[in-house]
């Protein structure tokens, strides 16, 4: 069953299709985890991303399909044991600095009905919401470390927040934007590898195409705060493709330590600055999907294409809402590009208005 596959195990699986596990959002993990009882077992689905609870007949009166949780796309999720709300409620009563409402709550968690008097306690010193977000935060934690040991891949949101807002007033005042040279070829292949996983003569051929006199192709330049020098932190160019009026978009990328802080926004809005001086009406791009990063992965797209493209949902960190920020619309995809299933999404800007 299930619970009984090893991390290697786990690790390897993959769907009949190709696709493998989906990253899962710790706070979606969390929330479900918030929901467990003794009533039930909650299972964790690899191949879809989706929980679902499995009540035993005792407490609801109704046989259910036991079965299907042996398969081995499902994964056991933490039993309201292991939970341990109580340890939980005590590390919250460890943090409070109050000395009056610290001694409440150690008496409300002693004894018979701790669980009751705790949150009646928390609510007549009005601490309700202060419980509820540390409770979250350790469920989160919790969901982190199930994930790690069943081998599950993950993404904090909440995290990637905090790093996101700090990084932006780090970074961003500290970015130029100049035209990439022949000199800075090898860091700009660097930022390839780094960004889009490269090969290294990949890289280098591709930052030499870029170098082509009819080509844009520009570099994010930042200041060393250790030792003052200035390194590229990111590379991006343009391709004319319908004489100056139509340019593609390619390649776009930014170290994965610069990522988040504003300068992959800095670098597509320089270049549409000067693919416009050229003649530029519009930029176009296009994203795969080989991983199933989106909702558009897996689906037959030859059959209700612009219904299934106007719902599409960014499942695992597909970088179209970067460019549906910066004023890209999706307008097509090109099915079972990269494979079957697996398509390529095509998205495209106005940079000049019509005279």
């Known amino acids: 069953m299930g619970i009984n596959k090893t991390r290697g195990e786990i690790e390897t699986l993959k769907r009949g299709d190709g696709q493998y596990m989906r990253k899962l959002d710790l706070k979606k993990a969390a929330g479900e985890f918030e929901m467990i009882s003794d009533e039930h077992q909650l299972f964790y689905n690899i191949e879809t991303g ?3 609870f499995y009540i035993d007949p005792i407490y609801s009166g109704i046989e259910e399909d ?6 081995d796309c499902w994964i056991a999720a933490p039993s309201q044991r292991d939970l341990r709300e109580y340890d939980i409620m005590t590390d919250f009563a460890d943090t409070i600095t109050d000395s009056r409402v610290n001694e409440l709550l150690y008496v409300a968690l002693e004894g018979r009905g701790a669980f009751r008097r705790f949150k009646d306690t928390l609510h007549h010193v009005g601490m309700t919401d202060e419980w509820y977000d540390f409770k979250h935060g350790a469920y989160v934690e919790i969901a982190r470390k199930w994930c790690v040991e069943n081998g599950i891949k993950y993404i904090d949101v909440e995290r990637k927040s905090e790093q996101k807002s700090s990084c932006q ?3 961003r005042k500290d970015v130029i934007v100049i035209p990439l040279v022949q000199n800075a070829a090898e860091d700009a292949s660097v930022v390839l590898r780094d960004a889009l996983g490269y090969s290294k003569s990949n890289a280098a051929g591709e930052v030499k195409r870029m170098l082509s006199s009819k080509r844009v192709a520009l570099a994010a330049i930042a200041k060393n705060k250790q030792g003052g020098s200035l390194s590229v932190v990111g590379v991006i ?6 004489g100056v009026t139509g340019w593609e978009l390619h390649p776009c990328a930014v170290l994965k330590s610069h990522q988040g802080c504003g300068v992959g926004r800095l670098l597509v809005e ?6 416009a001086m ?4 519009m930029i176009y791009l296009g994203s795969d999907d080989e991983s199933g990063a989106t909702s558009l992965y897996g689906v037959d797209l030859y059959e209700d294409t612009f219904g299934k493209i106007a719902d599409i949902q960014n499942i695992d960190g597909h970088p179209y809402p970067f460019y549906e920020k910066l004023g890209y619309k999706i307008v097509g995809v090109f099915p079972d590009a990269n494979g079957v299933g ?3 999404i095509w998205m495209a800007k106005r940079i000049k208005r019509r005279s």
């Open 50 to 52: 989706e929980f679902d």
């Open 66 to 71: 036991y079965e299907k949780f042996e398969d």
């Open 169 to 171: 007033s780090e970074y």
């Open 237 to 242: 160019g343009a391709i004319p493709q319908y």
């Open 270 to 275: 320089t270049l549409e600055r000067e693919v």
């Open 278 to 281: 050229r003649g530029g009406v």
């Open 342 to 344: 697996k398509p390529d």
